[in-house]
């Protein structure tokens, strides 16, 4: 092989290191497995949720005690798209994240978010994980309100249309 096909195949292969983390993020926290979740970051991560923002420990804490007050959770990953600088990577994932609740006196937790989760990797000691997140979340339907656009940057990362999205911190 040669020293251009060498490179691609390596560049193949950490995308799709770096969606498989996305994955077992999602399965993590849908499957409320807290370790899981933690190996996608590297221990001095940030991660700029709704609601919250970080270290990683932090956020685990604080993930758990919220989706514990729900019956169930499902994240649908969609679109990935992955930039490699070396052992940089920024990832842009969409996703469709559906929370539950049986409960009657909580129709606000039965929501749908379209969110898109954008990362910065980094490559340590051979292996991909997250250094920092932004959790951007476009619009929630709720069972209680219906359709709602979110675009209130004090209640956490919002994606925008312009330079002042969250993909452009990544970016750096």
Known sequence: MNGTSSAALEDLLAKQEIYEVVCRYARGIDRLDMDLVRSCYHPDAIDHHTGFSGGVEEFLT???GA???MSGTMHTLCNHLVELHGDVAVAETYAHTTHWTREPTKPSHNAVTGTRYIDRFEKRNGEWRIA???ATRSWIRT???GMQITDDP???PVGRRDAQDPLHAALG
């Open 62 to 64: 604080w993930a758990e």
């Open 67 to 69: 989706l514990r007050q």
């Open 132 to 134: 920092e997140r932004w």
């Open 143 to 145: 069972e209680q309100d």
């Open 154 to 156: 004090s209640n956490g």
